[in-house]
């Protein structure tokens, strides 16, 4: 059997390729999971919540968000407690449990009859969701090589940017057609083709036999892992204030028809898989000037979705650009939190999610909260421009903070070397 320890030398490009394929399909089933119930809000509030949606649509859909914030919530939870329990198993052996839990929460947020349980298997099924991204990020980095740890990350994310471009949009116009239960199923069979693309692909890979509980969770003890944690957190919120409501702002504030949500899904996927990669090509050049970058495009992005969404070429336009400037900031928290980690390598490559997730749950909530109010479906947009200037500020602390240590000798740590120190 061959050993992910004896290093891409040993194995044939077209096996890393399609290591590489395999590991990316999880994430397009991650970004089919989590992101269809965006374009089938409508669709599901007024099955879930039908007294509800007979007194006020906009009420439902708010209600409806809750969907949304529990698979982020779930992801919260699930990420930090999987990849530090876990960090010892051997990495293929821990994927495939992770993608089995990922085809039954899946199937059972189809099956079940209420909204309250739908909710609950949506937080269950988003468990597994971090340790994933987390752990195939790492056998990706390996398979990659040196000098490409954060196109390795984006390599694994670019399954979830296709997702958004292909999977999203056709299972929503499953779903609007054959009901969103059907679209659920879909989702589920997924999973289970992954599994078994996993299984054949990707090569055995120890885990760290050093590797203890207490050792992962030490970094919760860094001041800067806090920092990165909290840019992830809030100045992702922006994207998915939008990102949650991006059905009803197309059909209510531009006046497209609902068959027509699908095509703005493919745009915003489309944006962000060129974003993604983008991101994890320039985070590897350098961590501090890509964010800047990229929370300056997100801004820009959100003002234009605000101003010109009454038009489709506008709406089109600032969904485009608001997926890509916010994709490419995933592998840039990525790469910044794996630095800090240090040696809490498993947990910081879950981390990341958590806090992604947080954003996605603060979005729907937040920009809930604003449509309840009567404010509009243009609101979120302008909540989620606040979320991400919150971020820049965020951002512009810790690196403040990485030249104030350097300036008293305090030595920058540098996990691989593919980035450079903190602060690059």
């Known amino acids: 059997m061959t050993h992910a320890s004896d290093g891409p030398t040993t194995l044939s490009p077209a096996r890393i390729r399609f290591a590489l394929l395999a590991l990316a399909m999880g994430g397009f089933g991650i970004g089919a999971t989590e992101f269809v119930a965006m374009g089938l809000l409508p669709e599901m509030a007024a099955d879930l919540l039908p007294g509800l949606a007979a007194t006020s649509t906009d009420a439902a859909n708010a209600a409806a968000g809750w969907i949304i914030s529990a698979y982020a919530l779930g992801v919260v939870v699930g990420a930090p407690t999987i990849a530090a329990a876990a960090a010892r198993w051997p990495r293929k052996r821990l994927l495939l449990v992770l993608l089995a839990a990922f085809s039954i929460g899946t199937l059972a947020s189809a099956l079940l009859p209420t909204f309250e349980l739908v909710v609950a298997a949506r937080f269950a099924a988003a468990l597994p969701h ?5 752990i195939a990020s790492l056998v990706a980095a390996g398979l990659m090589g040196p000098g490409k740890r954060a196109r390795g990350v984006a390599l694994v994310l670019s399954g979830l940017t296709i997702s958004n471009v292909v999977g999203v949009p056709l299972i929503t116009w499953l779903g609007q057609q054959a009901g969103w239960r059907v679209a659920y199923v879909a989702v589920a069979a997924i999973f289970v083709a992954t599994f078994i693309a996993v299984a054949a692909a990707v090569p055995w890979q120890a885990g760290d036999p050093s590797a203890t509980i207490v050792r ?7 001041v800067q892992a806090w920092f990165a944690l909290a840019i992830g957190a809030i100045g992702f919120g922006g994207l998915f204030a939008v990102y949650s409501y991006v059905a009803p702002l197309a059909t209510e504030v531009t006046g497209l028809p609902a068959s027509f949500v699908p095509v703005v899904l493919v745009v915003f996927g489309l944006g962000m ?29 959100l003002v234009l979705t605000a ?23 995933s592998p840039t928290i990525q790469a910044r939190l794996m630095d800090i980690a240090r040696d809490s390598q498993s ?13 996605n749950s603060l979005g729907a909530i937040v920009g809930g909260m604003v449509i309840a109010a009567g404010l509009g479906y243009v609101a979120p947009v302008w909540v989620g421009l606040l979320f991400t200037v919150a971020g820049s500020a965020l951002a512009v602390a810790t690196f403040s903070l990485d030249r104030v240590r350097r300036r008293r000798g305090i030595p920058m740590p540098s996990v691989t070397g593919a980035i450079g120190a903190v602060g690059d």
């Open 130 to 134: 971090g340790a994933y991204f987390g």
């Open 273 to 301: 898989t060129i974003g993604n990669l983008v991101g994890g090509r320039l985070a590897d050049w350098s961590v501090r000037r890509s964010m800047y970058l990229f929370f300056a495009t997100l801004a820009g992005s």
């Open 307 to 329: 101003l010109t969404a009454w038009h489709p070429l506008g709406l089109g336009a600032g969904v485009f650009l608001v997926g890509a400037s916010a994709a490419a900031l």
């Open 347 to 359: 947990i910081a490559a879950a981390l990341n999610h958590s806090a992604l997730n947080i954003g």
């Open 216 to 222: 992962e969770l030490r970094v919760f003890t860094r």
